[in-house]
């Protein structure tokens, strides 16, 4: 299973972006998708992630900005990012698990968001 993430860019403070996380290899409709990000010189941290049931789940820092998606006719899942801040920079790394959701078994190579004035 190969995890293209893409998406990522330069933005300002208060503008929006959308990540995509496209698979390849295997149907992963039964698999959780999740995002995580790592800003330089930080570890990486869980963003948010989507189950195979639509359930969601996110981190404090980005709960009621952004929102997890997933089409699983086009194998393909996203991250919708509004009210971007300077401390979202990180690069963002898509990943999938297979149930029962105890790990991520596929990484993708992440994308970089900058946000800066």
């Known amino acids: 299973v190969q995890l293209q993430a893409s998406g990522g860019g330069l933005v300002q403070p208060g503008d929006s972006l959308r990540l995509s996380c496209a698979a390849s290899g295997r149907t992963l409709s039964t698999y959780i998708m999740g995002w995580f990000r790592q800003a330089p010189g930080k570890e990486r941290e869980f963003v948010a992630s989507?189950?195979?049931?639509?359930?969601?789940y996110y981190s404090d820092s980005v709960k009621g900005r952004f929102t997890i998606s997933r089409d699983n006719a086009k194998n393909t899942g996203y991250l919708q990012m509004n009210s971007l801040k300077p401390e979202d920079t990180a690069v963002y790394y898509c990943?999938?698990?297979?149930?029962?959701?105890?790990?991520?078994?596929?990484w993708g190579q992440g994308t970089l968001v900058t946000v800066s004035s």
């Open positions: 990943a999938a698990g297979a149930f029962p959701y105890v790990k991520y078994d596929y």
């Open positions: 989507i189950r195979s049931s639509g359930m969601t």
